[in-house]
């Protein structure tokens, strides 16, 4: 069966410093996958998203970057996080059907 | 504008009442709209599809409408339990079916009392 997981759950890291949230995927090949944003009384915003190794797309311009290394892998970085950065972090599998599943989100706080 | 807009942020409801949640769009042409139920501190969970070609679609207590004339969907939950308290957002693929570019409406907050 497919899984996606996610980590760290809880993070807490100080302003100015880097980020690198992982996120895999396993029981599919060449998935599409997503990273959203979920901030406190907003929607889930859709920030990155990949349909294959090294591709990327940018939905908006921020503090952010990700990166697939490999088919299965999705990583959101930072190289110096603000404090605007702070939010739950959902990496997000979408199948062909269009079904969605979530890893389970990153609670990131930039203090 | 594009909006997907879920009028209500919170709804509270007795246990056993039907609860109806509302989903509206505007400038889109979604092939297929969905549900999802998220708890507190989880990612959210897929509840139902429902394609532009389908009225009506039920999984167990779970009814899902879809109008594309009124471009609006509702996600009824019959006999409602205090199990059933989450927040639920509903999505639709922007691009029409294509690369699942998902986007989600703020969510509704579903609190059922006992």
């Known amino acids: 069966s497919q899984t996606i997981h996610q980590w760290p759950a809880t993070l807490v890291q100080p302003v100015g410093s880097p980020l690198s949230l992982e996120c895999t995927v396993e029981g599919t090949s060449n998935p599409n996958l997503y990273w959203y944003r979920q901030a406190a009384g907003r929607g889930l915003q859709l920030l990155f998203y990949s349909v294959g190794i090294g591709q990327i797309s940018s939905e908006v311009p921020q503090n952010l970057s990700a990166s697939r290394p490999q088919d299965r892998q999705f990583i959101l970085s930072s190289k110096k996080l603000l404090l605007s950065d702070s939010g739950f972090y959902l990496c997000?599998?979408?199948?062909?059907?269009?079904?969605?599943?979530f890893g389970q989100g990153t609670r990131l706080t930039v203090v | 504008s594009q909006k997907i807009e879920q009028n209500s942020e919170a709804l509270n409801i007795q246990e056993g009442k039907t609860a109806t949640l509302t989903c509206n769009y505007t400038?889109?042409?979604?092939?297929?709209l969905q549900w999802y139920r998220q708890d507190p501190g989880r990612g959210p969970v897929f509840l139902l599809l429902?394609?532009?070609?389908?009225k009506e679609k039920r999984k167990e207590r779970l009814k899902v409408t879809f109008d594309t004339t009124l471009k609006q969907s509702l996600f009824h939950i019959t006999a409602s339990q205090p199990a059933d308290s989450a927040t639920y957002l509903c999505?639709?693929?922007?691009?029409?079916?294509?690369?699942?570019?998902?986007?989600f409406g703020k969510g509704t907050k579903l609190s059922v009392k006992p």
């Open positions: 429902i394609r532009e070609n389908e």
């Open positions: 997000a599998w979408i199948t062909r059907k269009g079904e969605a599943f």
């Open positions: 999505a639709l693929d922007r691009n029409g079916g294509s690369q699942g570019n998902l986007i």
């Open positions: 400038n889109y042409s979604p092939a297929y």
